[in-house]
């Protein structure tokens, strides 16, 4: 018996996808549950199991857009019922080695050629099935094509060796953007044409902050299983400055303003395969606990790339903290259709006055940027201002009660 694999369903805006990788070899006996595949969308990378146990058989290769409901390959259940519990024998230590090596096969009419081979194909008009090929099987590799530039014509054409392709071919690669980069190039040249973007500044005082952590760190860590970072205390002073300055938890729709009372922050996360912003629900609602709980948990399935769409959905308000990557000042990009985003930086110690005195401070550059359709500037620089407060005396509530010791 046949089983097929097909691309489920992932939402109504989804339609197609990239086919990443398959995490098995066509051929293997596979088990019920085994992760079979990995698709990337325009907005998620999600795994495909097995849904039985059985050999199988591929239908497209790696780097193949698929459509949803396409079937991609096959279980033969028959093998697995037959007793084959055990996966075709591995090849030999030197075949491993030659299909490691072998290039990526894309079908180019009747003949299979690299895409290197196929773009010095269409750069110069020669053609791969005009030339011996010396790769596995009689295939045209790319050493192949620059070494028939030399000798040969495309298309009955002379054709002069030119060592400056073979240069330009060694120093560069190309390769196709993922559709979750280019969701992420697309939204963020969408937000600069249809916001009007302004940046507002701000520095703030980190030593209360990081006495805390100092101090409350072990404990805290012991009861709830993580790190007390810095985000929590900024996600917290977010929500108390939106609570402070409701002009920015609203957003555009047409030619209506749309006025939020709930509070589910999006913080940017780096992933495997591109920039990527979770949403904390109800952060309002939350302990420091709950917040970095919540963060380690998109952490890691953002390293992992199992950040789905549900995760991404309904945020009022951004934080990015480019400061972990070493960024000392920045200008966000809002994340449509939210109407704020805030900007966090490295820490660097610089002297400040305080009370007639110069004095050594950890000192944090913030970000604002904001949507001027909605919000001005008198709104914007007390928002920053709001948080900047809540972040240098958070010792206004309670610390037990605030750090749920």
């Known amino acids: ?24 070899k066509d051929g293997d006996v596979v088990q019920e549950g085994d992760v079979l595949y990995e698709l990337e969308t325009d907005k998620i990378t999600s795994e495909g199991q097995a849904e039985c146990a059985g050999k199988i058989r591929f239908k497209v290769q ?25 996966k075709e024998p591995t090849p030999h230590k030197e075949e491993v080695k030659v299909q490691k090596a072998a290039p990526t096969l894309v079908k180019e009419g009747p003949q299979e050629v690299s895409p290197s081979v196929r773009r010095i194909a269409g750069e110069t008009g ?22 028939a530039l030399e000798t040969k014509a495309a298309v009955g054409k002379p054709v002069t060796a030119k060592p400056e392709l ?12 993922t559709p979750i980069r280019k969701k992420i190039a697309e939204r963020l040249v969408m937000a600069q044409h249809e916001a009007a973007m302004l940046t507002t500044f701000n520095e703030v005082d980190m030593s209360v902050i990081m006495g ?5 760190q072990d404990e805290f860590t012991q009861k709830y299983g993580v790190k007390l970072g810095f985000m929590s205390f900024f996600v917290k002073a977010v929500v108390h400055a939106l609570q ?11 030619d209506s303003i749309v006025q939020n009372h709930f509070y589910d922050i999006g913080v940017a996360v780096g992933g495997a395969r591109g920039l990527v912003v979770p949403v904390i629900r109800d952060c309002d609602e939350l302990s420091y606990s709950g917040v970095e709980k919540a ?19 309904g945020g009022v308000f951004t934080i990015s903290n480019g400061g972990i990557y070493g960024s000392v000042l920045s200008t966000p990009i809002l994340n449509p259709p939210q109407s704020g985003i805030l900007g966090m930086h490295s820490i660097k110690e610089r002297p400040v006055a305080l009370d007639g005195q110069i004095v050594i401070r950890p000192i944090m550059n913030l970000a604002l940027t904001y949507d001027h359709r ?9 928002f920053l201002i709001k948080v900047k407060e809540r972040i240098e005396h958070p010792e206004e509530e309670p610390l037990k009660e605030l750090l749920g010791l």
């Open 212 to 216: 805390i952590r100092k101090k409350h």
């Open 244 to 254: 402070q300055v409701p002009e920015m938890n609203a957003q555009v729709d047409g």
């Open 374 to 382: 909605i919000v001005d500037g008198r709104e914007a620089v007390t």
């Open 295 to 313: 963060i380690a948990s998109f952490a890691q399935k953002a390293k992992d790339g199992k950040i789905v769409m549900e995760d991404m959905f």
């Open 166 to 177: 073979r240069k330009f071919e060694e120093r560069t690669t190309r390769v196709k953007m």
């Open 126 to 147: 020669l053609e791969p099935s005009s030339i011996q090929g010396t790769g596995k099987g009689g295939r045209v590799t790319k050493g192949d094509m620059l070494a």
């Open 62 to 86: 790696e780097g193949e857009e698929v459509a949803i409901g396409q079937v991609i390959a096959t279980i033969d259940i028959s093998a697995a019922v037959a007793g084959a519990g055990v």
């Open 1 to 24: 018996m046949i089983k097929e694999i097909k691309i489920p369903s992932m939402g109504e805006s989804i339609s197609s996808g990239i086919l990443a990788s398959w995490h098995v």
